[in-house]
C-alpha cells in the first residue's frame, strides 16, 4: 500500500516488519479491545488471529513497542490516509453517495488527573527542571534548592501565598532559560528542543495563573492539549467531530478538536477535507442546532468557497423584543438606517461588540406619533427614553433561508435522519472505546478516534457488502 510504504526507507537499516501486517495488528487491537502487549500473545495462540495476519504458526511476531513505533512513524496524516483510502474502498463498490452528510460531535475524556494549580507548577517546575539539567547540571541543582526553599518557608502560609511564591519560582526559571542563547552547534540538539519545548508549556501556564479568567486553561503538564469543556456536563478532554453518509452510515470524515472550540465552524474543515480526499461533490450537509451560525452557513454554502453544500440546521430565534422583527425594518438606500413599516428612518446605526450585526435606534418622538406604535412596540410609555431599537445581523439572509427551509417535508426528512450520526457516535465512543483517551495529546488521541472509525467503518462495509450479496438468490 502506497499510503505505508511512503513512511519506510528501503535502503536503510534492518528489513522491517511488513508494514501491512502492522495495520493489521493496529487493526485487531483495536477490534478486539487489547493493548499492544495483549494482541501480541493473542496473536500467538489464536489460529483466526494469525490467519488474518497470514503469519505461519511457526513465524516469529514482533515485539509490542513495534506497535508504538509504527504508530509514531505513520502520525496522524499516515493515518488519515488510511482512513481516507477505506472510505475510497467504499466509494469504489458505490457504497457512499454524496447526496447528504449527517455531522455532530461528542466528548473524550483526557488521560489525566487533574492537580490543583499549586499541584500544576510542582510538576510543570520539576519538568523544566528535568529539561535545564543536560544543559546545565549546577543551575538545575540550584533551583532544586530554591524550590525547597519556598516549600518550608511557606509550608504553614495561606493557600494564596503558597500559590504565588511557586508562581513566581517558576517564572524566576522561565525567565533563566529565556536568558539563555543556543550554540550554533547545538542548533538541533535534542536537549535543547525540550528545553524550548517546556518553555513554551511554562509561558501557557504562567498565563493562565496570571490571567484566570481568560480561559482555555492548560489542565496538565502530562497531557497540555487536554482542555476542560461542557458537553452536557463539564469534562476534561477534547471533542470528536464526524460526519456520517446519512444513506450507507459511512463514517466519511472525523477529526478531534479541542474542547470548547468552535464545533460548527469545524464543519468546513470536514468537508473540505473529505471532497479534497475524494474528489467528490456533497451536496447537503445535516448539523444539530450549533450549526445555526450565520457566518458559517455562509461559508459553507458560498458556491465559490471550500465546502458549496446546502445547509440543514434547527434554526433559533434570537429575538428578544416584542413587535415586529428586525426583518421588517428594511435598510435605507445607503446602508446607514433603518426605515420601519410605517416609513419613518431610524438614527445612524453603529457596530455591535461582536462586529456582526448593526443596532439602529429610533427617537421617543419619531414612535410616539405612529400608528402602528401598539403592534411596534407593546410595552413603550410616557416613561421611556427611547423608541424602537434594531438589530440587523449580517447574516439575517442566512437566518432566514434556514427558518424558510425548515418549513419543508425535505427538512422533515433530513432531521428525521439525523439520529443516525448519534448512534453512530454511541458505537465509537461505548462499543469502540473511543471515549476515553489512551494516549496523551490531541495528535495521539486522533490516532486513536480514527483506528477506532476505521474498525467501526469495516464492519459496516463488510455487512452491506454481504447483503448485497445475499440480496442475490442463486449466490446466497
Known amino acids: 500500500m502506497p499510503e505505508l510504504e511512503s513512511h519506510y526507507s528501503h535502503n536503510l537499516g534492518q528489513p522491517a516488519f511488513p508494514p501491512l501486517r502492522m495495520l493489521k495488528l493496529e487493526f485487531l487491537r483495536y477490534f478486539a479491545r487489547l493493548s499492544d502487549r495483549e494482541v501480541i500473545a493473542r496473536c500467538q495462540s489464536d489460529v483466526l488471529f494469525r490467519w488474518f495476519l497470514q503469519i505461519p504458526v511457526r513465524r516469529a511476531l514482533p515485539d509490542p513497542s513495534s506497535l508504538t513505533r509504527f504508530r509514531g512513524r505513520l502520525g496522524p496524516e499516515g493515518f488519515s490516509k488510511l482512513f481516507d483510502r477505506l472510505v475510497g474502498i467504499a466509494r469504489e463498490h458505490d457504497l457512499v453517495k454524496d447526496r447528504l452528510r449527517l455531522k455532530d460531535a461528542t466528548h473524550v475524556i483526557a488521560n489525566i488527573a487533574v492537580p490543583s494549580t499549586i499541584g500544576l507548577l510542582a510538576s510543570l517546575r520539576t519538568k523544566m527542571l528535568a529539561a535545564i539539567k543536560p544543559i546545565d547540571p549546577e543551575a538545575a541543582i540550584g533551583f532544586e534548592i530554591a524550590a525547597e526553599q519556598v516549600r518550608s518557608e511557606t509550608e504553614a502560609a495561606d493557600p494564596a501565598i503558597r500559590l504565588q511564591a511557586r508562581l513566581d519560582l517558576v517564572l524566576d526559571i522561565l525567565h533563566w532559560i529565556d536568558q539563555l542563547s543556543v550554540p550554533e552547534e547545538d542548533q538541533n540538539d535534542p536537549s535543547w528542543n525540550s528545553l524550548h519545548r517546556v518553555a513554551a508549556l511554562a509561558r501557557k501556564i504562567t498565563g493562565d495563573c496570571q490571567n484566570p479568567t481568560a480561559?482555555?486553561?492548560?489542565?496538565?503538564?502530562?497531557?497540555?492539549?487536554?482542555?476542560r469543556g461542557r458537553h452536557g456536563e463539564f469534562?476534561?478532554?477534547?471533542?470528536?467531530?464526524?460526519?456520517?453518509?446519512?444513506?450507507?452510515?459511512?463514517?466519511?470524515?472525523?477529526?478531534?478538536?479541542?474542547?470548547?472550540?468552535?464545533?460548527?465552524?469545524?464543519?468546513?474543515?470536514?468537508?473540505?477535507?473529505?471532497?479534497?480526499?475524494?474528489?467528490?461533490?456533497?451536496?447537503?450537509?445535516?448539523?444539530?442546532?450549533?450549526?445555526?451560525?450565520?457566518?458559517?452557513?455562509?461559508?459553507?454554502?458560498?458556491?465559490a468557497g471550500p465546502a458549496a453544500v446546502d445547509v440543514i440546521t434547527v434554526p433559533r430565534d434570537f429575538s428578544s423584543q416584542e413587535g415586529f422583527s428586525s426583518a421588517s425594518f428594511k435598510r435605507s438606500d445607503d446602508g446607514l438606517k433603518v426605515i420601519c413599516p410605517a416609513g419613518q428612518q431610524s438614527g445612524l446605526g453603529h457596530r455591535n461588540s461582536k462586529g456582526n450585526a448593526t443596532q439602529f435606534a429610533f427617537a421617543k418622538a419619531t414612535c410616539a406619533g405612529c400608528p402602528l406604535l401598539t403592534a411596534c412596540l407593546p410595552k413603550f410609555s410616557e416613561t421611556s427614553k427611547k423608541g424602537r431599537?434594531?438589530?440587523?445581523?449580517?447574516?439575517?439572509?442566512?437566518?432566514?433561508?434556514?427558518?424558510?427551509?425548515?418549513?419543508t417535508a425535505a427538512y422533515q426528512e433530513v432531521r428525521r435522519r439525523h439520529p443516525m450520526i448519534e448512534r453512530k457516535l454511541g458505537e465509537v465512543v461505548r462499543h469502540g472505546g473511543g471515549r476515553r483517551a489512551k494516549y496523551w495529546g490531541r495528535a495521539k488521541v486522533h490516532i486513536q478516534e480514527l483506528m477506532t472509525g476505521f474498525v467501526v467503518n469495516t464492519r459496516r462495509i463488510v455487512k452491506l457488502l454481504d447483503d448485497r450479496r445475499c440480496a442475490v438468490p442463486a449466490i446466497c
Open 215 to 227: 480561559g482555555h486553561r492548560t489542565l496538565s503538564v502530562v497531557d497540555p492539549d487536554a482542555r
Open 235 to 303: 469534562y476534561n478532554g477534547f471533542l470528536l467531530d464526524m460526519m456520517v453518509d446519512a444513506d450507507s452510515e459511512i463514517i466519511t470524515q472525523l477529526g478531534v478538536i479541542d474542547s470548547g472550540a468552535d464545533e460548527a465552524r469545524h464543519a468546513i474543515d470536514l468537508i473540505a477535507k473529505e471532497q479534497e480526499a475524494h474528489g467528490n461533490d456533497v451536496q447537503q450537509i445535516s448539523i444539530d442546532g450549533i450549526g445555526f451560525n450565520g457566518e458559517v452557513i455562509a461559508k459553507l454554502e458560498d458556491p
Open 389 to 407: 431599537q434594531v438589530i440587523k445581523n449580517d447574516y439575517e439572509a442566512q437566518y432566514e433561508s434556514i427558518r424558510r427551509k425548515s418549513q
